[in-house]
């Protein structure tokens, strides 16, 4: 069974400075989806990135970006240039190819709990 | 706005009782998932309905059932409910099953706390 392991609980940055998320995942397949969710105070769950395991390319989205490391199992999401709405916590995910018949479910991180001081 | 709605937002009950929650998806989407997120187990996956059918299956307890209704929105049941049933629930959206370039979309959960 695929799992995802988000090894970070808490991390703090500094307002307008660089931070990045560790995940790792376990899954014996070779084409896959992972993806980054945001989930702010308010509990609603924001799409904040996606990456296709079949793309070497790292995927960005303005001020957020991927290091992802398909040998490794390696998907690190980089928030740059950090501002005080990025407080939330940070859901990794997983979801296998769909086709073929296989679920489309996600499969989740623990998440990792991200703080921006001023 | 992800575009899925959920009711009711809170929930308040008693150990034993039967609720459900309901789940309007993004307008044309087909697959309803269902999600609980509690402090415990984390978010986890419950089950996938497709087009008015049930695709997937998570860790959806017995005591649980869900469906999707011919104008697609969704109910998810929960019944004889124990205190570690409180949780957050969602109700996640995509256009189809099986397309490679699907999203999820989620919506605003449902807060249930049984006392």
């Known amino acids: 069974a695929q799992t995802v392991t988000q090894s970070q609980p808490e991390m703090s940055v500094q307002e307008a400075e660089t931070v990045t998320l560790s995940c790792t995942y376990d899954t014996s397949e070779s084409d896959y989806y992972l993806f980054w969710y945001k989930q702010p105070p308010s509990r609603q769950m924001i799409l904040v990135i996606r990456q296709e395991a079949y793309k070497q390319q790292n995927a960005t989205e303005n001020r957020f970006s991927v290091n992802f490391q398909k040998a490794a199992k390696s998907f690190s999401l980089k928030i740059s240039d950090s501002q005080l709405g990025d407080a939330a916590m940070y859901f990794c995910a997983y979801r296998r190819d769909p086709y073929g018949g296989s679920q489309g479910n996600l499969i989740f991180g623990k998440g990792t709990k991200l703080s921006v001081k001023p | ?115």
């Open chain 2, 1 to 115: 706005d992800s575009g899925v709605t959920q009711t009711p937002k809170h929930l308040i009950t008693a150990t034993g009782q039967r609720v459900t929650l309901r789940c309007s998806p993004r307008s044309g989407d087909l697959s309803v998932y269902w999600y609980q997120q509690s402090l415990d187990q984390g978010l986890q996956f419950l089950i996938q309905y497709y087009n008015g059918e049930e695709r997937a299956k998570g860790n959806i307890l017995e005591r649980f059932s869900a469906q999707q209704f011919p104008d697609l929105h969704s109910e998810l049941n929960l019944s004889s409910l124990e205190l570690g049933d409180s949780a957050l629930y969602f109700c996640a959206s995509s256009k189809a099953q099986g397309l490679a370039q699907e999203t999820q979309y989620f919506g605003p959960g449902t807060r249930l706390l049984v006392l």
